[in-house]
């Protein structure tokens, strides 16, 4: 959930929390951390399921990804070490934005627990055709519920991910034949906690670029957010979206770069996958 943002002294700034509490930040102790979803992929444009499925990113895709590395730019971001999963969108995705930052020099971290959730058996299929075929309300309930899975995929079938050579080092009971967004933050976790967090912690200044169920996965940890608020998240492709911590980690606000209007037409456009809209 965004945060307003706090007013700002030499020393130390103030924050006023939604139910009315000030609170005083040393501002030079203050963690920034930058989450990017990637640009839009081939599949995004199709309305598909995309899941581990490895599509690149579409024309508008990679505009996405050079905006956000001049966003980023412009206001003034650099970093010390980025984080991505091991899908080319999102590894794409970052190497644009750092190519636009002139940082592609800086260590990048590549992690299948960053991976975009497991759709199981929906992967590739068209998200409104499924709702037309199952009905709206199940589609929404495969996408959005925070526990209940997808059709899994059988082991035989070639969009099983132990054939792809890239999990080979996996134990078998790591790589998914479907999973739920709560899978997906069991998932990452482990990533952030170990490996990620400490480096937040020493003051690096850290960039991640991942997915969109990934990402959400992370907010609703560092937000602390409900099974059901959660399900109410929509974060849009290519769009930076700045976290300011304190020692502890903990959220102080939170804000996307960018026009407040195209982000928010942005976060419908998400919010309509796999419904049936008119087309009157």
């Given at each position: 959930m965004l945060r307003p943002r706090p007013k700002y002294n030499k020393i130390l700034w103030h924050f006023?929390?939604?139910?009315?509490?000030?609170?005083?930040?040393?501002?030079?102790?203050?963690?920034?951390?930058?989450?990017?979803?990637?640009?839009?992929?081939?599949?995004?444009?199709?309305?598909?399921f995309t899941g581990w499925t490895d599509v690149d990113l579409s024309p508008k895709g990679l505009e996405e990804a050079r905006n956000s590395g001049r966003l980023l730019r412009e206001n003034g971001f650099a970093f010390d070490v980025a984080y991505t999963s091991v899908l080319k969108r999102a590894i794409r995705t970052l190497w644009i934005a750092l190519d636009e930052m002139d940082q592609m020099w800086i260590p990048v971290n590549l992690s299948w627990r960053l991976n975009e959730r497991?759709?199981?058996?929906?992967?590739?299929?068209?998200?409104?055709?499924?709702?037309?075929?199952?009905?709206?309300?199940?589609?929404?309930?495969w996408r959005r519920s925070y526990s209940i899975r997808p059709p899994a995929l059988e082991p035989e079938d070639d969009r099983y991910p132990g054939f792809d050579p890239r999990y080979r080092d996996l134990a078998s009971q790591e790589i998914p034949l479907a999973e739920c967004l709560q899978d997906t933050v069991a998932r990452f976790l482990p990533y952030w906690?170990?490996?990620?967090?400490?480096?937040?912690?020493?003051?690096?200044?850290?960039?991640?670029?991942?997915?969109?169920?990934?990402?959400?996965?992370?907010?609703k940890y560092l937000d602390?957010?409900?099974?059901?608020?959660?399900?109410?998240?929509?974060?849009?492709?290519?769009?930076?979206?700045?976290?300011?911590?304190?020692?502890?980690?903990?959220?102080?606000?939170?804000?996307?770069?960018?026009?407040?209007?195209?982000?928010?037409?942005?976060?419908?456009?998400?919010?309509?996958?796999?419904?049936?809209?008119?087309r009157s």
């Open positions: 006023k929390s939604p139910c009315g509490k000030t609170y005083l930040f040393i501002k030079n102790n203050m963690k920034k951390l930058i989450l990017l979803r990637h640009g839009e992929s081939i599949w995004n444009k199709e309305n598909r497991h759709y199981g058996a929906l992967q590739g299929l068209n998200k409104t055709e499924t709702a037309l075929k199952y009905g709206e309300e199940q589609v929404q309930i906690n170990e490996t990620i967090a400490p480096q937040v912690q020493s003051g690096q200044r850290v960039l991640i670029t991942a997915h969109g169920n990934s990402l959400r996965a992370l907010v602390n957010l409900s099974d059901q608020d959660v399900l109410e998240l929509n974060i849009p492709t290519g769009v930076p979206l700045v976290y300011e911590l304190d020692d502890n980690l903990k959220p102080l606000r939170n804000y996307y770069l960018g026009d407040r209007a195209q982000i928010e037409q942005a976060m419908q456009v998400v919010a309509n996958q796999g419904k049936i809209l008119s």
